[in-house]
């Protein structure tokens, strides 16, 4: 089988655990605002790589990879090549790689029994799976990304449910997504999930900017700084106030 891929990295050292090799699939439904990689969102163009090929590649510098690595797939929007994923990684399992998903979530969808079948046939083959929450209110998650969040929230509870390891990235763009009520909600939600392994909060930066330059683009947060690395913990906390909220919740009521 092939996929639609984008580019492939032989060294990528923030794309899960370890080193890793990393997978860019080609093609993406979102329109977030503060997207780096606009050159990814066409369902068309990339390049048409099978399985094996991408294997072949990882191999070549597998002991890379053993200390903690493994493969990931990241986008553009991995799952919207659901029947690549499951063939790749099954391929994958048979051979001992770790698997990471770095995914938005957006195609999953409770209400499409074909769609489910296969994700379903896809999560016993992921050991981790990296999932990007844009905003935790649906308004200002549509404004910001062009389409809603209520499945990629139940995204969370499936994982929670599959019992697949989940970590939570979170972008802070100074003035969109760095609102502290936002923030605790945020962490107040994911604080409900056994599954939840880990919490990055991501510093926005404007290295995009040159890229939306060059392709004809006009960039959509033109003027927002760079995130303030220096109050990125202060932010990161509000999350983790929420998460011990709920958690502690959770406890009372048992």
Known sequence: MEGRIHSL????TVDGPGTRFVVFV???PMRCKYCH?????????GQMMTTDYILEQYHRNEPFYRNGGGLTVTGGEPLMQIDFLIELYGKCKEQGIHTCLDTSGIAFNPDNAPMMEKFDKLMPLVDLVMLDI???DPEHHKELCQQPNKNILKFCAYLNEKNVDMWIRHV???GITDDD???YDLGYFIGQFHNLKALDALPYHTMGETKYEKLGIEYPLKGVPAMDKTILLDKKEKILD???ARRKEMSLGN
């Open 37 to 45: 990689n606009p050159d990814t969102w066409a369902m068309t163009g």
């Open 134 to 136: 844009k905003h935790i």
């Open 181 to 183: 009520k936002y923030l």
């Open 26 to 28: 080609q093609g993406c």
């Open 172 to 174: 802070i763009v100074p």
């Open 9 to 12: 990295e032989s060294f990528g």
């Open 242 to 244: 929420g998460i011990r």
